[in-house]
Structure formats: C-alpha cells, structure tokens
C-alpha cells in the first residue's frame, strides 16, 4: 500500500477513535432537587443553558433546524424560532425520544406569517434523538438537522425533562 494511503487512513482511523470517545465521555448531571426556572438558547454559539433562581446551572450543546439564521418565519423553512416562549407541554412518549413544547408561535410569530401570507407553524420542541437512534449521542450536535427543534442527546434532554416543569420561561436568540 501507498505511504499516502496509510497515512490517510491513519488519520481517518483516529478522527473516529476521536469522535468515539468524546460520545462516551460523561456530562456533569444537574444537582437533585433542582427546578430549572429558565432556559436560555443562543443559536449561534449551539448552546442551551439553563438557570434556577438566577443562578445558571449547565449548559447543553444542541442542533437546530437545518435552515438556522434567521428567526422562523413560515411553516416548512426549517428555521429554530427567536424570541420569548414557555415551555407548554411534555411528552413523555414522543418519536424523538421525549420532548418539551415550546410555545411557538407567539402574536408576533402569527403577526410576521400574516404579512408573508403563510401559516406559521408549529409543533417546534426540545427533543432527542428520535427513537432507535439514540447510540448517535453527541454526535448529533455536529449538524443542524431538525425541521426547526432543538435537538438534544437522549441522555440530556432525559435530564432537562426531569427538572423543567411546564410554564418554564425560554427565550432563543440568535
């Protein structure tokens, strides 16, 4: 075999070994006993970040919706919402893993759709992996690949799901 060969599978071998292992490493996990009273999304940095009674607890590494600049406009442009929300429902049962709703779309959500003559959507969620996935792990933060949710690892939004209570306040910026 070629040196340029083995050089390059080499490097192919240990970018996977690389990728592996940082699926495996384990999380810092929320204290017992914590209420998460606020979720903070920064899209551009991929982060969710959540805080109990001001004082900021973790942060989550997370994709979002295939199309990702810009707030959501319509139904069907692939676009994570911007602006303030609350957490409106759990589903314990969802085809990704479990989920929390977000309270998309908003007055001015419907108001901005209005003007563009297009539905606005919804249905957008905090979710993991859907379901017989969920060995992809962190790696799943690499891209943006939902339809408009935030999608976090199974293990972490198991977390976020246990110490977030419906009418939690999020707000997702750029």
């Known amino acids: 075999m070629k040196p340029i ?11 996977f070994l690389v990728l592996f ?3 495996l490493l384990p999380e810092k996990n929320l204290p017992d006993n914590t209420t998460v ?12 970040i959540v805080f109990s009674k001001g004082e900021q607890l973790k942060t989550y590494k997370i994709a979002l919706g295939s199309n990702p600049i810009g707030p959501k406009q319509c139904e069907g442009d692939r ?4 602006g303030l929300y609350i957490i409106n429902d759990k589903n314990p049962n969802s085809r990704f893993h479990k989920n929390l709703g977000i309270s998309y779309p908003n007055a001015d959500d419907l108001k901005n759709a209005q003007l563009l003559n297009k539905p606005a959507g919804g ?5 993991g992996l859907q379901n017989g996935l969920g060995f992809i792990g ?3 933060t690499t891209r943006d690949w939902t339809a408009g949710c935030i999608a976090l690892t199974n293990n972490d939004v198991d977390e976020l799901f246990a110490h977030t209570a419906v009418g939690t306040s999020i ?4």
């Open 171 to 174: 707000e997702i910026r750029p």
């Open 21 to 23: 292992i940082y699926n």
């Open 79 to 82: 676009k994570t919402p911007e």
């Open 138 to 140: 962190k790696l799943q």
């Open 123 to 127: 249905d957008i969620k905090i979710h």
């Open 37 to 48: 009273d606020k979720i903070l999304v920064l899209k551009s940095k991929r982060q969710l």
């Open 5 to 15: 060969i083995k050089i390059f599978l080499a490097a192919l071998l240990s970018s």
